[in-house]
C-alpha cells in the first residue's frame, strides 16, 4: 500500500524520515497503532522522497517480512536507494536480534539488485528513533 508519494524536501537525516512515518502511525487507529509496521521509503537521487509504501502490517511484537516485497515498488519505479522504516508498539526503539538480522538480509538483497539501503529505521514513541546508518551498524 503506497502510503505517500512525492515529499518535497530533501531528506537530511534519520530524524526527517523518523518525524514523517510517526506522523503517519499518529493517524491510523489506536488499534493499528500497535501493530508493527514495515514502511519502505524510496528517494531519488537528489534524497527527496519519491514514495512511502507500507509493505507488511504484523502484530503487537513482530511484522514478517521479505526482500521480494520491501523491493517490490523500487524496482517497478526505477529507485536505486531506499530506507526501511518500522515501528516498535512497546515504544524502546532498541534493535532485536530479529532487527539486526533482517537488516543484514535487506542490504545483502539491494547490493544484489543494485539498490541501496541507506538506513534501517526503527521508530518508537514521542520521537524516539534509532538509526542502523547513526548507529554506524549498516
Known amino acids: 500500500m503506497i502510503i ?3 515529499h518535497v524536501a530533501p531528506v537530511t537525516s534519520a530524524k526527517d524520515i523518523a518525524a514523517v512515518i510517526s506522523e503517519i502511525l499518529k493517524a491510523e487507529h489506536v488499534i493499528d497503532q ?5 514502511w519502505v521509503v524510496g528517494l531519488d537521487g537528489a534524497s527527496v522522497i519519491k ?3 507500507l509493505s507488511a ?3 503487537s511484537d513482530r511484522a514478517s517480512v ?4 520491501t523491493f517490490r515498488l523500487a524496482i517497478f519505479e ?3 536507494r531506499i530506507i526501511c522504516v518500522h515501528n516498535h508498539p512497546s515504544g524502546r526503539v532498541a534493535p532485536s536480534e530479529s532487527d539486526d538480522v533482517v537488516t543484514k538480509m535487506m542490504k545483502a538483497s539491494g547490493d544484489i539488485l543494485k539498490i541501496t539501503l541507506l538506513d534501517h529505521i526503527i521508530v518508537g514513541v514521542d520521537g524516539k528513533y534509532h ?3 547513526e548507529a ?3
Open 131 to 133: 538509526s542502523y546508518l
Open 66 to 69: 521479505a526482500p521480494m516485497e
Open 4 to 6: 505517500k508519494t512525492e
Open 78 to 80: 526505477g529507485i536505486t
Open 57 to 59: 502490517l504484523g502484530l
Open 34 to 38: 500497535n501493530k508493527e509496521h514495515w
Open 51 to 53: 514514495y512511502i509504501e
Open 136 to 138: 554506524g551498524r549498516l
